[in-house]
């Protein structure tokens, strides 16, 4: 065990895979463990590198293995599938996550930390509640309009409900049968309250998220989304890099020296990409109260776009400037007009 260099565990719920090397790539173990059974092999192993895929569980196992001296690693899932040999196993997995670790340019996911990850159960928390909240208030205006009643859109008409109904003449057996669903939709709407106020709280107290605030168009939730996604923004090189991890720039498709250019790739974290596109909105429907070089840049392209058009690439400007403000710990400051924003 003194000449492992390497280990690559293929995550499970109860059993962990692990492929150990040397430092010239020679396998040295295989093991199949419990949680606790890898945790104390990895007490007694020397000092390794250990790689796993960036999955469910892989940030809290990063976080352990690193408390005992070791350098985790994490890597997405769709860098490590080129490397499976045929015949797919658990073990075999192993293996490529450490054949793709070999790899020198190979890139990495930076472990999240227990406030960023509990940050994040709160994003996902109010989104399903959202959901929820969406259905119940369909479903009240299906089974109105079943019955010959159209309501207006929006949840102000369906945080009135009762005084609609006591309007219009329903059969009594489901009148009650709507209240409950008024009732459910009122606790979900006050969930979704509390964990917003819980988000603004957050972000407050933390120094990114507060720092993020100060972009224009981007709100507590949006702030402390891209706080949890940014960390500290070390580990990707430049602001382009950041955009690029969230899918917000184009794919390409080049050969014999021609360049193409399609849509942009949406990878990774979709409700991020969604947010940020909202944000654009909300600058371009305030565009004429904003001032500096961002706003002569938005100005000059709605001359020759479509403003659905000029979204996607404004949504664009607030990943790279938000990375900006995570590595230099600022805030930001509209550029004067003639100067890159």
């Known amino acids: 065990m003194n000449t492992v260099a390497l280990v690559g565990i293929d995550l499970g719920k109860h059993s962990f895979h692990l492929h150990g090397q040397d430092g010239a790539g020679r396998a040295v173990f295989r093991k199949k463990l419990s949680r606790p059974q890898m945790m ?56 490529a996550i450490c054949e793709a670790a070999c790899r020198p340019a ?5 472990p999240k930390t227990e406030a960023q990850q509990t940050l994040s159960v709160l994003h996902r928390l109010r989104d399903a509640l959202v959901r929820e909240r969406t259905q119940a208030t369909n479903q009240a ?60 709280t957050q972000v407050a107290t933390d120094d990114v998220g507060s720092q993020l ?21 070390r580990q990707y090189a430049s602001n382009r890099d950041f955009s690029a991890s969230l899918g917000l720039v184009p794919r390409q498709h080049s050969t014999g020296g021609r360049t193409t250019l399609l849509g942009i790739s ?25 001032r500096g070089a961002l706003a002569t840049w938005v100005r ?11 979204a996607c690439p404004l949504a664009n400007k607030p ?7 995570a590595v230099k710990h600022t805030r930001f400051e509209a550029a004067p007009d003639g100067l890159t924003a």
């Open 141 to 200: 205006h299906g089974f109105l309009l079943e019955f010959g009643i159209s309501l207006p859109r929006g949840l102000a008409t369906m945080k009135r409900l009762p005084s609609t109904l006591s309007e219009h003449t329903l059969p009594p057996p489901l009148l009650p049968l709507l209240m409950r669903l008024h009732q459910h939709f009122l606790y979900l709407d006050q969930q979704i309250k509390e964990l917003e106020r819980q988000l603004e």
């Open 40 to 95: 104390r092999l990895f007490g007694n192993l020397p000092v390794c590198t250990v790689v796993m895929e960036a999955c469910a569980g892989a940030h809290f196992t990063a976080r352990e293995l690193n408390k005992l001296g070791h350098v985790a690693k994490l890597i997405s899932p769709q860098f490590v599938r080129p490397f499976v040999k045929s015949n797919k196993n658990d073990f075999v997995d192993a293996e």
């Open 266 to 290: 949406k990878r990774d974290d979709k409700h991020l990409r969604r947010l940020l596109v909202q944000c654009a909105r909300v600058y371009l429907m305030r565009l004429e109260h904003q």
């Open 319 to 325: 990943a790279r400037i938000a990375w900006a403000i």
């Open 300 to 310: 000059s392209l709605l001359m020759r776009r479509h403003a659905n058009v000029v």
């Open 106 to 110: 190979m890139r990495f996911v930076a």
């Open 213 to 233: 605030l100060s972009m224009p168009g981007v709100g507590p939730i949006t702030a402390s989304l891209l706080a949890v996604d940014l960390g500290d923004a």
